[in-house]
């Protein structure tokens, strides 16, 4: 029997597959990061992207990043690639942050340009979003988004997202972000998630109570 990674997510629909990122990925993540770079469009919206670039080994470099962070908190940081027929076709991230009373979750994602448009990133988002609400105890979730990107801004106002503060000078490159918040009810009132298998056991999910343990991992279903 292959041994699971304890913190390795795995949710399944018609489609897609949403999974923790592997050093097998970093090819696909070389191209896209290729790929959006030469799709800079600021006056459509389509921002300058730093976590990937056209430069050797980026793509390695990114899932490194990615499997170091998820190994440092491996119960609070999810790094995920959204994967069709076998090719990576973007990212989804997730930050668990547990305050004084709520459970909240930090959400990122990107698309290759190529499949933009087709419905993927809201497809991966809605069924990551349905499992954090359900088995993490999610309060709402946080994301930020540049202000002038029209793409993610109409895909989180479609989700139910609700605009909050403004930053002007962020710490992501100084750059002016947008932060947005999605409460649980407000999500399920928005949306119709599609159906999926996957997610994590109920008995290792972390929750308010048991938020200051170290010894609980998700692990798949």
Known sequence: MNKIHPNKLLISTNRISVEEIT???SIFFQKIGE???DDVNISEG???FYALSKGKNSGLFF????????????????RMAIKSKGEVLGNVTIDTIPDENNMIGDLGYFLSPKYQGCGYAKE?????????????????IDVTA??????SDHLLCC???EKDNYIEHSSYNDEPRQSYILKKDKFYETNQV??????????NIINIENKNRTDIRPCLN
């Open 159 to 161: 989700l139910g997202f």
């Open 194 to 203: 599609p159906s999926y298998v996957g997610g994590f056991e109920k008995q």
């Open 23 to 25: 050093l097998e990925d």
């Open 124 to 140: 991966a988002v809605l069924v990551v979003l349905d499992c954090c609400f359900k088995q993490f105890g999610f309060d709402h």
């Open 35 to 37: 790929d959006i770079c």
């Open 46 to 48: 389509k921002m300058p």
């Open 146 to 151: 540049h202000p002038d990107n029209a793409k």
């Open 63 to 78: 899932v490194k990043k990615a499997m170091q962070e998820r190994e440092v908190s491996p119960r609070n940081t999810f």
